[in-house]
């Protein structure tokens, strides 16, 4: 889904998806339309080629808009793999070896489809299709799959649902970022700043904790940024309330610990999911904190 883009201004050109079709013979029959696999007895003649086209086959489109989200799975509530912004380099394509249909219909401007491509490039995971460039409301020539049932729930209170209730921020206001604001409530009653934020993601009692809160003994103990896991969080509870803030870690990007990759709610962007490095400099008023609700 989309966390921003501007709405079509001019008619989606009919193109044809470049295929890419691994071990083939030039005379080789076309993929079927939707990716249906022949009837033949697997193994022999026609039936089995066309199977075998289908399995091996990849397929490059273009993408429209900016800032769109590719999820982990087909689930549309699950969380962020990363985004496409059609302007970025090597972003204005995606290559796609499958799609399922979801059942979810997720619309932008004329755009509309319940399909969600597996994509293998530039992000690897789970784009809707409503984010590609063609007139049809699914991808032509790539193979659909059932549709797989989301997986169970997380348990309350765990790293992961705290990163799946973080995630969902991403896309909750009509497919874009939830918008930021200290005196502004979303929907779910949970206050529109970095600490609302991090309180909803926490399942802390609506409207949230202010930052000095989070970072209070009744909610987090500090540990060493060097300690940080999937969900505990990274604070500045010093100052007054236009310096302090507070972000949600998700992962070291490197090995070296030299940037990580954060959920946090600013004032420029609203919800975001990007690489940081608040706390890793020396004299940094920024510390580790890890919610008590974990249990470690």
């Known amino acids: 889904m989309p966390t921003h883009h501007p709405h079509r201004t001019r008619p989606r050109r009919r193109l044809l998806p470049a295929l890419t079709l691994a071990c083939l013979a030039a005379g080789a029959l076309a993929v079927p339309a939707h990716g249906t696999p022949g009837t033949a007895t697997p193994g022999t003649g026609t039936g089995a080629l066309q199977q075998a086209v289908t399995r091996q086959a990849a397929a490059s489109f ?3 808009g900016t800032r769109w989200v590719v999820h982990t799975t087909s689930d549309i ?7 496409i912004n059609q302007t970025s380099p090597g972003q204005d394509r995606v290559t796609a070896d499958y799609q399922v249909d979801t059942g979810r219909r997720v619309c932008e401007g004329s755009a509309c489809s319940t399909f969600m491509a597996h994509i293998t490039r530039p992000v690897t995971g789970f784009l809707t299709v409503a984010a590609v460039d063609i007139p049809e409301d699914r991808l032509p020539g790539v193979p659909v799959r059932p549709h797989a049932p989301p997986p169970p729930a997380p348990r309350p209170g765990s790293r992961q649902q705290t990163l799946q209730r973080a995630a969902a921020w991403l896309t909750a206001h009509h497919g874009r970022p939830v918008p930021y604001g200290q005196h502004l409530y979303w929907r779910d009653g949970y206050r529109q ?3 609302g934020y991090a309180s909803m993601a926490l399942g802390l009692p609506t409207p949230g904790e202010n930052t000095v809160g989070l970072a209070g003994p009744r909610i987090t103990r500090p540990i060493p940024m060097s300690e940080l896991q999937p969900g505990d969080l990274v604070i500045d509870a010093l100052g007054n309330n236009n310096t302090r803030h507070a972000v949600i870690f998700e992962k070291w990007n490197d090995t070296a ?5 954060a959920y946090e709610q600013g004032s420029t962007n609203g919800t975001s999911h990007r690489s940081l490095t608040y706390g890793l400099t020396a004299g940094s008023e920024y510390k580790a904190y890890r919610p008590l609700q974990y249990g470690n």
């Open 62 to 64: 273009p993408t429209w």
């Open 77 to 83: 509530d699950s969380p962020s793999a990363g985004t």
């Open 193 to 195: 700043d970095c600490s």
């Open 257 to 261: 610990h030299r940037s990580y990759t």
